[in-house]
C-alpha cells in the first residue's frame, strides 16, 4: 500500500506558480522595507547618548575638564539648544525625504524598478555608515551630520513609491486591506530592530549603530538587483485582475465616481478600455483621482504624530520616566509592536466593511483621548506605560499604515484609470510625500515646543488627529450614505 504525502509536501505541491512567485516578492519587498526603516531609527535613540546628564556618569581619571554637566556629551550637542539641534537633524532628513518623494514617483513609473531600488537602497546605506563614521573621524560639525541627513533623506524616497508599485503589479484588490496590513508590518519591524541593533552598540560606540544598519541596508540593495521580479509578465504568471465589470460599471462608497447620474443608476454598456496602457500618468492627472487628495492631507497629519514619537519618544521616554540611552530605546519598540497589530486590525475591519476612510477615522478619534491619559498616566508604573504605549501604537499606526497601502493601491489602480496600473508609483509618491510634509514638521515642532514642557508636545499631537478626522469627512459620509442607501431605497419601496 502506498503511503500518502506527508502534510508539509502537499501544502507545498497545493500551490501553484503564481502562488510561490507572489509569496517571494511580498517576501522580497517586505525585507527591503524594513531595510529602509531600520536605517532610519538609530538616530532617535542615539540622541540620549549624544546629550546626556554628566553628573550620573563615571568620569575617567585621567580626564581634565573643568565642566561637569557636559563633559560627556558630543560636540555640538553639548549646549542648552541641544533640542533645537536634533530638530535640525531630524528635518533635514524628513524635509528633503518630502520634497524628494514627489519626484521618486514620477522617476519610479519611468524607470527599472529593480535598478531604482537597487541603486537606493546602496546609496543610503552608504549615507548611514557616513553618519556613524563621523564618531570616529571624530566630526564635531553640524553641518556635515546635516548634510549626510539631507542626502540620506532623498535616497530613501526611492523605497515607498517602487515596493508599492511592485506589490500593485502583482496583487489585485481581493483582500488587499488584510494582505498590505501584513505586509506594512514592514515598518514596525524595521522599526523595532533598528532600536534594538542601535541599542546594542549605543552606549559603547555610538558610530556602530549607524554603520551596522548601514551595511544591512546596503545588502538588501544587492539581493534586489539579482532577485526582484517587477511584473508577473516578466515570468509567465498570470498578471492580477484590478477590477471585474461590475466594479468599473458601480459607484464604489470610497472613491465615487464622479461621472455617475445623481440616481446612482447602473450603466450596463461596458467602458472602453484605453489601448495603451503602459503610459504614465501626470502629477495633475493623478490628483484628479477621487480621495487623493483628502487622504493625503489626512495622512499628513496622521504621520506628524507617527513620527513626532518614531524620533522623539526614546528621548521623552529617557527624561520623563529617567531611563537608560538603551532601556529607553527598547521600550519606544512596544509602540512599534502596538503598531504591527493596528495595521493589520485596519486592513481586516476595512475590508471586511468596504469603509477605507470610516476604518481610519474610528481609529484616529479613538487616538486623541488615549495620547491625552498616556502624557498624564503613561508613567506611573511599568505595566501601564507598556499597555499605553501597546494601544498607542496600534490607534496612531493603523490609519497611517492603512492609507499608504491599501488605500494608495486602490487609488493607484481607480476604475477611472481604465487598467492603467502605472498611476500605482506617483499616486503613493503624492500621498506618502504629502503625508512626509507632516513627518518633517511633528519632530521640529517637537523640538520647539518640548523646552516649554512634553505636555504642550501632546497637546499638537491630539490637535493633529483631530484635523485628520476631519479632513477625512466627505468621504465617511459618502461611504456611510453608500452602506444606507440600498436600505433606504427598500423602505421607499415598500
Known amino acids: 500500500m502506498k503511503s500518502p504525502l506527508a502534510p508539509g509536501i502537499q501544502a507545498v505541491t497545493s500551490l501553484s506558480r503564481d502562488s510561490w512567485y507572489r509569496g517571494f516578492i511580498l517576501f522580497l519587498t517586505f525585507l527591503f522595507y524594513t531595510a529602509y526603516h531600520l536605517s532610519r531609527k538609530p538616530i532617535s535613540i542615539v540622541k540620549s547618548e549624544l546629550h546626556k546628564n554628566c553628573s550620573t556618569v563615571i568620569r575617567p581619571v585621567d580626564l581634565n575638564i573643568t565642566d561637569n554637566d557636559t563633559w560627556c556629551d558630543w560636540v555640538p550637542f553639548d549646549q542648552d539648544n541641544y533640542q533645537t539641534l536634533f530638530g535640525v537633524l531630524d528635518n533635514s532628513f524628513l524635509v528633503a525625504y518630502a520634497i524628494g518623494m514627489f519626484f521618486s514617483g514620477i522617476f519610479g513609473e519611468r524607470l527599472p524598478l529593480r535598478y531604482y531600488l537597487s541603486v537606493g537602497m546602496l546609496l543610503s546605506g552608504v549615507f548611514t555608515c557616513l553618519f556613524g563614521l563621523g564618531y570616529y573621524w571624530e566630526i564635531h560639525s553640524l553641518w556635515y551630520y546635516a548634510f549626510i541627513q539631507v542626502m540620506n533623506g532623498l535616497m530613501q524616497t526611492t523605497g515607498w513609491p517602487a515596493v508599492v508599485a511592485c506589490i500593485g503589479n502583482w496583487f489585485g484588490k481581493g483582500k488587499r486591506g488584510f494582505i498590505m496590513g501584513v505586509w506594512n508590518s514592514h515598518t514596525s519591524v524595521g522599526n523595532i530592530l533598528g532600536s534594538l541593533i542601535a541599542g546594542v552598540f549605543v552606549s559603547s560606540a555610538w558610530g556602530m549603530s549607524f554603520i551596522v544598519p548601514g551595511i544591512i541596508i546596503a545588502s538588501t540593495g544587492i539581493l534586489c538587483f539579482f532577485f526582484l521580479v517587477e511584473k508577473p509578465e516578466d515570468v509567465n504568471c498570470t498578471p492580477p485582475q484590478y477590477h471585474s465589470v461590475q466594479e468599473i460599471n458601480e459607484t464604489e462608497p470610497l472613491l465615487p465616481n464622479g ?16 489601448e495603451d496602457h503602459s503610459k504614465a500618468i501626470s502629477f495633475c492627472g493623478a490628483l484628479r483621482i477621487p480621495g487623493v487628495v483628502e487622504f493625503s492631507l489626512c495622512l499628513m497629519f496622521a504621520k506628524l504624530v507617527s513620527y513626532t514619537f518614531l524620533y522623539w519618544l526614546p528621548l521623552y521616554i529617557s527624561n520623563v520616566a529617567h531611563f537608560k540611552a538603551k532601556e529607553a530605546g527598547d521600550m ?13 486590525m485596519a486592513g481586516l475591519v476595512s475590508d471586511f466593511t ?7 477615522y474610528v481609529m484616529l478619534i479613538a487616538a486623541a483621548p488615549m495620547l491625552f491619559l498616556y502624557n498624564y498616566i503613561g508613567q506611573q508604573s511599568l505595566g501601564i506605560t507598556i499597555g ?3 494601544v498607542c501604537g496600534a490607534l496612531v499606526n493603523g490609519p497611517y499604515a492603512l492609507i499608504t497601502t491599501a488605500v494608495s493601491a486602490d487609488l493607484g489602480t481607480h476604475e477611472s484609470l481604465r487598467g492603467n496600473s502605472r498611476a500605482l508609483s506617483t499616486v ?4 506618502d510625500g504629502t503625508g512626509s510634509i507632516g513627518a518633517a514638521l511633528g519632530p521640529l515642532l517637537a523640538g520647539v515646543i518640548s523646552p516649554t514642557g512634553w505636555h504642550n508636545v501632546f497637546y499638537m499631537l491630539i490637535a493633529a488627529d483631530v484635523l485628520a478626522c476631519l479632513l477625512l469627512s466627505r468621504l465617511v459620509y459618502k461611504e456611510i450614505k453608500g452602506w444606507c442607501g440600498p436600505r433606504l431605497r427598500g423602505f421607499k419601496e415598500v
Open 259 to 274: 461621472n455617475q447620474s445623481i440616481n446612482r443608476s447602473i450603466s450596463t454598456e461596458t467602458p472602453a478600455i484605453v
Open 332 to 344: 519606544s519598540t512596544l509602540f512599534d509592536v502596538g503598531g504591527i497589530v493596528g495595521g493589520i
Open 354 to 360: 468596504g469603509g477605507r476612510a470610516s476604518t481610519c
Open 388 to 390: 499605553m504605549l501597546l
Open 428 to 431: 503613493s509618491a503624492i500621498i
